[in-house]
């Protein structure tokens, strides 16, 4: 006889598998919910990221002028074999990898040498916190128009600048002038984006608890030694993130190069991407520079994978 | 209520029918900036007003980035039912992949309007695929004739190169940038390249060797020469110091600030002035110069043809091509292309629009000096050779020599690499016999 309260077998199992049943629906929601989520993110990454990959390594095997498909024919690997033989193909990977090494190192030491100076809270470190960060929020169109006006031997301000200076030997054309072009571009670039490294470096540098530094200023550490020893070590993860950040954006950089020297003088600025669409879009050679783009897709993917490989150390570099 | 929902039901019915009436055309050109911005949307405005049933969205598109935007629109399949066009190959890079319509009915009955010639430009294998509207000419040189007083040069005097190259030593020598220049995107220098191809070498030369006849080549001694005079210019530091990285804006910026005394560049100019040209400035314009030695001569020009073209799209219905029909015929009546011909300073193709009551005197000077009776002509070669020629080899070698990465032989060989791959695209000239 069953105790009072307590119900008959009869009842208790079925009222059990409900009660199991009924985490189970839960379960099923459970599974589901994540990719209710992603889903319109996945739609958009799909129509406006995967579909057009697709298209371009298809469109690489294939030679089109971009008007209409009537003309389009089977080229099968013709492109890339060409990309072999072109000389500004080459000269382009050669410039983006001097724009990698360029840009990434200045931006990182800029960044950090700021980023360090401004937390020891100088007078007016909030000030130039902000004015620093402005280039960054500026669009890449306007910071090239104004950066070629101002660097325009005729028209621009450096040029009499320098000659105000007693440095008129130093005037030249910035942009016309293939030993300069890449590297006035490349500073440009750096002065744009050191805001976004500094401000990373800053909140790297925010997250480290002051009294290791204590510690060690008691253990008789200079502050050299702390930099060194305490500050870089436990900023690496920042510094880590930074350098990717940089460079995927340096491979993929185009509006600045575009308004400031087209690529030129003679092809003496050009990057992929800049080669990419003068024979897309300039000389209607669009399975051509899908192959180009192809490469540059390649290239980011190893790049980033190599990055990832040799950075992911220890996080904290062995700092004990 | 009752009676209220009937009468909205017939107003919202008789609205949409009516905007079903309403046929849109989109047209696409390259009036981006005044005069011929404001020129083009009153017209265009006008057209829409008197013809209740069409409505034409205009769509200016900035000049350097015209034809990429335009190609963009076409592999997107959403192409403008109308567009501007600069002719030859400009136009049959569309023509060719049957993306133009064929309009040689309308041309057939109303083609006598435009001047004798202008069609060659247009047609493609017997078929009239636009309308030519204006010629714009290259081979003119224009000066500040108050700084060239002030240094005691007489414009007018100016008969030979030689004469310039004088002109020039004695600007430099006083001090003065003899010539404003700016060929950042390589076509400027293209087009000085050009006006020395058409003196040097000839017109008949040029047009057999973008068509590769008669076994000529890029690298023939006499086109490397062409080449030189070119380059002697920047040698000899005739050009203003932002030859290579400047803007063509701004080359009229230093020559209209009176920073330099002559400026190279297109008819199209004239028109420019009315926008840019600070007031009491003092433009005068010569004719390129025959020059010594040269087998060709200052009755040969060079020039680029300009128009409209119905896309298939604005043809998709017998309705619409009527509408585009109807569009591109009021725009190439007289009293619409008077318009571009007073406020732009275009040289309009269309019979009866350049008169001495409208047209600017330095357009009515092109067209005695270099239209009439001229015996000869050469195309832009951007329009008249494939791109990887025209737009590659050419502009960028012609930006190469400026910086000293190219020689007058290196760029020709580069040019004549480029050709050599391509196949070329007109054949303007009979083959050698």
């Not at chain 2, 023509?95 to 001047?115: C, H, K, L, M, T």
């Not at chain 2, 006006?195 to 000529?216: D, H, I, P, S």
Request: glycine letters at 8%; a negative charge; one cysteine or more.
């Amino acid at each position: 006889m069953a105790k009072e309260g307590t119900k008959p077998l009869s009842q208790a199992i079925p009222q059990a598998r409900a009660e199991i049943h009924r985490p189970s629906l839960s379960l099923t929601w459970q599974r589901v919910l994540p990719y209710a989520f992603i889903f319109p993110a996945f739609i958009f990454y799909t129509i406006f990221l995967a579909i057009p990959i697709v298209g371009t390594v298809v469109i690489s095997f294939f030679e089109w002028t971009g008007i209409s498909f009537n003309t389009i024919k089977w080229v099968g690997f013709d492109n890339y074999v060409a990309l072999t033989r072109d000389d500004v193909f080459w000269q382009a990977i050669k410039h983006n990898v001097y724009f990698i090494a360029g840009g990434m190192t200045s931006i990182v030491v800029v960044g950090l040498f700021l980023a360090v100076l401004l937390e020891q809270n100088l007078p007016g470190s909030s000030f130039f916190r902000g004015i620093f960060f402005v280039p960054t929020v500026m669009s890449l169109v306007v910071v090239g128009l104004i950066f070629t006006l101002i660097l325009s031997p005729e028209l621009g301000l450096v040029n009499p600048l320098l000659r105000q200076l007693g440095l008129g030997h130093l005037a030249k054309a910035w942009l016309g002038d293939p030993q300069t072009a890449l590297p006035t571009v490349i500073a440009v670039d750096v002065w744009r984006n050191f805001g976004l490294g500094m401000f990373l470096f800053i909140a790297g540098l925010k997250g480290i608890d002051a009294e290791i530094f204590e510690a060690a200023k008691i253990d008789g550490a200079t502050p050299w030694q702390s930099f060194w020893r305490i500050t870089m070590p436990l900023l690496w993860p920042v510094t880590v993130l930074v350098i990717i950040l940089t460079s995927i954006n340096t491979l993929k950089l185009f509006d600045l190069i575009y308004v400031m020297t087209a690529g030129g003088p003679n092809h003496a600025s050009q990057v992929l991407t800049t080669w990419m669409y003068s024979q897309g879009f300039t000389y209607n050679k669009m399975g051509y520079g899908s192959a180009v783009a192809v490469v540059l897709l390649v290239l980011t993917f190893v790049f980033t994978l190599v990055q990832l490989r040799v950075f992911s150390r220890d996080t904290t570099g062995g700092a004990q | 209520m009752k009676q209220v929902l009937p009468f909205f039901i017939t107003i919202t019915l008789a609205s949409w029918t009516l905007a079903q009436d309403v046929i849109e055309l989109s047209f696409w050109t390259e009036w981006s900036a005044d005069p011929t911005r404001t020129i083009g949307e009153t017209l265009i405005a006008k057209f829409n007003e008197e013809h209740p049933n069409i409505r034409v969205t205009h769509r200016p598109i900035e000049n350097e980035q015209f034809f990429t935007v335009l190609r963009t629109g076409f592999t997107s399949g959403e192409p403008p039912d109308v567009f501007q066009h600069e002719a030859n190959n400009n136009l049959l890079q569309f023509v060719v992949p049957g993306e133009v319509e064929d309009i040689s009915d309308w041309y057939a009955a109303n083609g006598d309007r435009f001047q004798p010639g202008t069609d060659a430009a247009i047609s493609y294998d017997g078929k009239q695929y636009g309308v030519p509207t204006g010629i714009a000419t290259g081979t003119q040189i224009y000066y500040n004739a108050a700084l060239l007083e002030e240094n005691g040069i007489d414009p007018k005097a100016l008969q030979t190169w030689d004469d310039y190259l004088a002109a020039f030593e004695k600007l430099k020598a006083a001090g003065v940038t003899p010539i404003a220049y700016a060929n950042k995107f390589g076509w400027p220098g293209s087009q000085w390249f050009y006006a020395f191809l058409t003196r040097w070498v000839g017109a008949e030369k040029v047009n057999q060797l973008v068509a590769r006849n008669c076994g000529y080549a890029w690298t023939d001694p006499d086109i490397v020469e062409a080449a030189q005079l070119y380059v002697d210019l920047a040698d000899k530091g005739y050009f203003s110091s932002g030859m290579s990285s400047d803007d063509y804006p701004q080359a009229t910026a230093i020559f209209f600030a009176g920073r330099a005394a002559f400026f190279h560049t297109g008819s199209w100019f004239i028109g420019e002035t009315a926008a840019d040209m600070p007031e009491g400035f003092a433009l005068g314009m010569n004719r390129f110069p025959d020059i010594e030695g040269g087998k060709g001569n200052t009755d040969t020009f060079m020039a680029v043809l300009g128009g409209y073209a119905i896309s298939k799209k604005g043809a998709e219905d017998p309705a619409k091509r009527e509408a585009a029909l109807t569009f591109i015929d009021w725009m190439t009546q007289v009293p619409q292309a008077q318009e571009f011909v007073k406020g732009a300073g275009s040289m309009s193709t269309v019979e009866g629009a350049v008169t001495p009551e409208v047209a600017d005197p330095l357009v009515l000077q092109i067209i005695e000096e270099q239209i009439n009776g001229n015996t000869g002509a050469v195309g832009f070669l951007e329009h008249v050779t494939p791109k990887a020629v025209g737009e590659d080899a050419i502009w960028m070698g012609s930006v190469g020599v400026l910086t000293g990465q190219l020689t007058a032989q290196t760029w020709m060989e580069s040019v004549e690499e480029a050709a050599a791959a391509e196949a070329p695209t007109l054949v303007l000239e009979p083959a050698c016999e």
